[in-house]
T-cell receptor
């Protein structure tokens, strides 16, 4: 069974600053996918970024980037130039290959961006 | 942008009652899912559904739960006899394809239905 751990229940960052959210996972699989989802107060979970485990290059999406360390089973999310609209819960999620979109989520990190 | 919509946003029911949570997935999506989040806990996978049948389910998804796509647009989750521990936020999601395909097909989540069992 897979587990996903987010060790930071809450974080805050000043607007325009950079923040890094941590995520570690445990699996015996070699092929899998990792995701960061954002859940704003509207409650809808929105995909922020995804990483395929077979890719060595870290994924980036505009101001969002990841630091994927496969050997360490670590998958952190960096948000650059934080904006007020980034205030949300952030969930790290794992999916093994051929798992039919069955995601295993971490407990979430509540991020507050302060003006 | 098309969205997954869920109704109602909040449902209160008495223990032992049946409840049906409704979802309208994005229209061209073929894969449908239910996840739930008990307050203060992790989001958990319940079930995935494709081609009118369950393709994966977790151990949470016992005989008290069922899913159905009664027509071309709705996707429902039924809990036959609710228990206090079924109180949670229930999220519906849909995707156009399976995520491990070469096509980038993320899950699109709805806003959730908060179920309160009293």
């Amino acid at each position: 069974a897979q587990t996903v751990t987010q060790s930071q229940p809450e974080m805050s960052v000043q607007e325009a600053e950079t923040v890094t959210l941590s995520c570690t996972y445990d699996t015996s699989e070699n092929n899998y996918y990792l995701f960061w989802y954002k859940q704003p107060p509207s409650r809808q979970m929105i995909l922020v970024i995804r990483q395929e485990a077979y890719k060595q290059q870290n994924a980036t999406e505009n101001r969002f980037s990841v630091n994927f360390q496969k050997a360490a089973k670590s998958f952190s999310l960096k948000i650059s130039d934080s904006q007020l609209g980034d205030t949300a819960m952030y969930f790290c999620a794992f999916m093994r290959n051929n798992a039919g979109n069955m995601l295993t989520f971490g407990g979430g990190t509540r991020l507050m961006v302060k003006p | 942008e098309p969205e997954v919509t869920q109704t109602p946003s909040h449902q209160v029911t008495q223990m032992g009652q049946e409840v049906i949570l409704r979802c309208v997935p994005i229209s061209n999506h073929l894969y449908f899912y239910w996840y739930r989040q008990i307050l203060g806990q992790k989001v958990e996978f319940l079930v995935s559904f494709y081609n009118n049948e369950i393709s994966e389910k977790s151990e949470i998804f016992d005989d008290q739960f069922s899913v159905e796509r009664p027509d071309g647009s709705n996707f429902t989750l039924k809990i036959r006899s609710t228990k206090l521990e079924d109180s949670a936020m229930y999220f519906c999601a849909s995707s156009e394809a399976l995520i491990f395909s070469s096509y980038n097909s993320p899950l699109h989540f709805g806003n959730g239905t908060r179920l309160t069992v009293t």
